[in-house]
Nanobody
Framework: QVQLVESGGGLVQAGGSLRLSCAAS????????MGWYRQAPGKQRELVAV???????NYADSVKGRFTISRDNAKNTVNLQMNSLKAEDTAVYYC??????????????WGQGTQVTVSS
């Protein structure tokens, strides 16, 4: 089985920064694209940022210029550096990964989520 575990969430003042990390473990052959999603109370889960196996990135318009996604393939980790945080960034942030657990078999996996609260 494959597990994704997030860390780094917490409470921060508007304008501050947080760095989220996600570590993948278990039966991993390789990891394709990875991403971060978030879900605020009463809202649908939305894509925040994605990064391909080759390092190409894409961001939601609401976080462009403020958030940076990165990955370390050797360590099977993906990170999200969040700067200039706003109250509207408050949400539970989820790590997502498309993971091959064998050469020709893959699954879409989710972490348990980590709470980010930005106070204004």
């Amino acid at each position: 089985q494959v597990q994704l575990v997030e860390s780094g969430g917490g409470l921060v003042q508007a304008g501050g920064s947080l760095r989220l990390s996600c570590a993948a473990s278990g039966s991993i052959f390789s990891i394709d694209r990875m991403g971060w999603y978030r879900q605020a109370p009463g809202k649908q889960r939305e894509l925040v940022a994605v990064i391909t196996s080759g390092g190409s990135t894409n961001y939601a318009d609401s976080v462009k210029g403020r958030f940076t996604i990165s990955r370390d393939n050797a360590k099977n980790t993906v990170n999200l550096q969040m700067n200039s945080l706003k109250a509207e960034d408050t949400a539970v942030y989820y790590c997502n990964g498309l993971v091959y657990y064998s050469p020709l078999n893959r699954g879409n996996y989710w972490g348990q989520g980590t709470q980010v609260t930005v106070s204004s």
